[in-house]
């Protein structure tokens, strides 16, 4: 799809379209009526993938991702709150990280980064700890692209009359959230992930009474979602200089993403990508770290070949050399690496990855291109 310049195989910033990248050679005033119409164009569509309308406000946030995901915590859990953080993997621990350090109380719920969260594990845990006011869930976490039950611990959450904020980012707009079934505060995502649009602004689906009853939670003046919202919704304009070139990105990606047939074709084409990854690495030996079941379309994460010569430094500069950007693992048990499945590109540059991975595999390790185990 873009020959010129690498392919970004990773989880944001990914490769966006030369039509996303052209909205940006434009300048636009942040006083300027056609600007605030992109962004409240912007707003309205980001609703409308998950059917929020009615029920939730759109925020949208100067920064990446994690700053959304800050001003959410800060903003809607009160200070006197306390987060049940469901963890695993290096995202989830962020969240916990974001708790600790906004002095919000919080407890954590790990377990293996290969494992899910179930509903019933926040059931248990919500019947024993009465304190808890809020849950914070990562969708699909992309340190592995384990996908995490969103649904059925929404409910659970509801049952017990709690708060869940999810961190959506990697997930949004590629993988259904229906907000008139799965109940949330906060739905947390940003531009530069599954919409394609580049980096540089989050936003936050907030659920308009808890946002309306956020008044004077936050720790910090720039990242008050309520004050946010409602100087926006007072002047039709951002709070403080608004990232202008990625809010004109952001529109125009979300033009090809109607365009392209909404959230099911976005769906599609990653569900295709990933599969014609997962195909194609199987036939080079490389094994994925997640089973299918719990493997969301996003990112897969793959076992380091064992083979002594392979460094992924080296490995990694050299798929770059034939034009794919890869990923480094995150995991601290176990050596991996990742590709991501998302961004402007189809599964006939999947396949071109993989083939690019298993030319620099028998480059380094001077290995036959059959089936064999690493
Ligand atoms: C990308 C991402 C974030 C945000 O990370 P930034 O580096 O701040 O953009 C948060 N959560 C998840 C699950 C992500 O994939």
Same mark, same amino acid.
């Given at each position: 799809?873009?020959?010129?310049?690498?392919?970004?195989?990773?989880?944001?910033?990914?490769?966006?379209?030369?039509?996303?990248?052209?909205?940006?050679?434009?300048?636009?005033?942040?006083?300027?009526?056609?600007?605030?119409?992109?962004?409240?164009?912007?707003?309205?569509?980001?609703?409308?993938?998950?059917?929020?309308?009615?029920?939730?406000?759109?925020?949208?946030?100067?920064?990446?991702?994690?700053?959304?995901?800050?001003?959410?915590?800060?903003?809607?859990?009160?200070?006197?709150?306390?987060?049940?953080?469901?963890?695993? =993997?290096?995202?989830?621990?962020?969240?916990?990280?974001?708790?600790?350090?906004?002095?919000?109380?919080?407890?954590?719920?790990?377990?293996?980064?290969?494992?899910?969260?179930?509903?019933?594990?926040?059931?248990?845990?919500?019947?024993?700890?009465?304190?808890?006011?809020?849950?914070?869930?990562?969708?699909?976490?992309?340190?592995?692209?384990?996908?995490?039950?969103?649904?059925?611990?929404?409910?659970?959450?509801?049952?017990?009359?709690?708060?869940?904020?999810?961190?959506?980012?990697?997930?949004?707009?590629?993988?259904?959230?229906?907000?008139?079934?799965?109940?949330?505060?906060?739905?947390?995502?940003?531009?530069?992930?599954?919409?394609?649009?580049?980096?540089?602004?989050?936003?936050?689906?907030?659920?308009?009474?808890?946002?309306?009853?956020?008044?004077?939670?936050?720790?910090?003046?720039?990242?008050?979602?309520?004050?946010?919202?409602?100087?926006?919704?007072?002047?039709?304009?951002?709070?403080?200089?608004?990232?202008?070139?990625?809010?004109?990105?952001?529109?125009?990606?979300?033009?090809?993403?109607?365009?392209?047939?909404?959230?099911?074709?976005?769906?599609?084409?990653?569900?295709?990508?990933?599969?014609?990854?997962?195909? =194609?690495?199987?036939?080079?030996?490389?094994?994925?770290?997640?089973?299918?079941?719990?493997?969301?379309?996003?990112?897969?994460?793959?076992?380091?070949?064992?083979?002594?010569?392979?460094?992924?430094?080296?490995?990694?500069?050299?798929?770059?050399?034939?034009?794919?950007?890869?990923?480094?693992?995150?995991?601290?048990?176990?050596?991996?690496?990742?590709?991501?499945?998302?961004?402007?590109?189809?599964?006939?540059?999947?396949?071109?990855?993989?083939?690019?991975?298993?030319?620099?595999?028998?480059?380094?390790?001077?290995?036959?291109?059959?089936?064999?185990?690493?």
């Amino acid at each position: 799809m873009n020959t010129a310049a690498p392919i970004l195989l990773t989880p944001g910033p990914l490769t966006t379209s030369a039509r996303t990248r052209q909205a940006m050679l434009e300048d636009w005033g942040s006083w300027d009526d056609r600007f605030n119409a992109l962004t409240a164009s912007v707003c309205a569509q980001l609703l409308a993938i998950v059917q929020g309308e009615g029920s939730h406000h759109c925020v949208p946030l100067q920064g990446s991702g994690t700053f959304a995901v800050e001003a959410a915590v800060g903003t809607l859990v009160p200070r006197a709150g306390k987060v049940l953080v469901l963890i695993n =993997g290096a995202y989830g621990k962020r969240l916990a990280k974001i708790c600790e350090v906004l002095g919000r109380d919080f407890s954590t719920f790990e377990t293996a980064e290969d494992e899910p969260t179930t509903a019933a594990d926040v059931d248990r845990l919500l019947h024993a700890d009465k304190a808890i006011t809020h849950v914070g869930l990562i969708h699909c976490e992309t340190s592995t692209g384990i996908l995490n039950p969103l649904a059925d611990i929404a409910q659970v959450v509801k049952q017990h009359g709690k708060r869940l904020i999810v961190d959506a980012m990697s997930s949004f707009g590629a993988l259904p959230i229906d907000a008139r079934a799965v109940p949330f505060d906060a739905l947390i995502a940003a531009s530069g992930k599954c919409l394609e649009g580049v980096p540089g602004m989050g936003f936050v689906l907030a659920n308009k009474q808890a946002l309306a009853a956020a008044q004077g939670n936050c720790h910090s003046l720039a990242l008050d979602l309520f004050d946010q919202h409602s100087y926006m919704a007072r002047t039709g304009q951002w709070r403080f200089t608004p990232p202008t070139h990625v809010v004109a990105a952001l529109h125009e990606a979300l033009l090809q993403y109607q365009e392209e047939g909404g959230l099911p074709a976005r769906h599609k084409r990653y569900a295709d990508n990933c599969q014609a990854l997962l195909e =194609g690495m199987a036939d080079l030996g490389l094994r994925s770290f997640l089973s299918a079941v719990i493997q969301a379309p996003i990112i897969v994460t793959f076992h380091a070949p064992t083979d002594p010569r392979y460094q992924f430094k080296d490995f990694y500069e050299r798929v770059k050399a034939k034009g794919f950007i890869l990923y480094p693992g995150k995991l601290t048990q176990v050596d991996t690496f990742r590709v991501g499945c998302i961004g402007h590109v189809d599964a006939a540059g999947m396949h071109a990855a993989v083939k690019a991975i298993g030319q620099v595999l028998q480059e380094m390790c001077r290995r036959e291109l059959a089936r064999e185990s690493l």
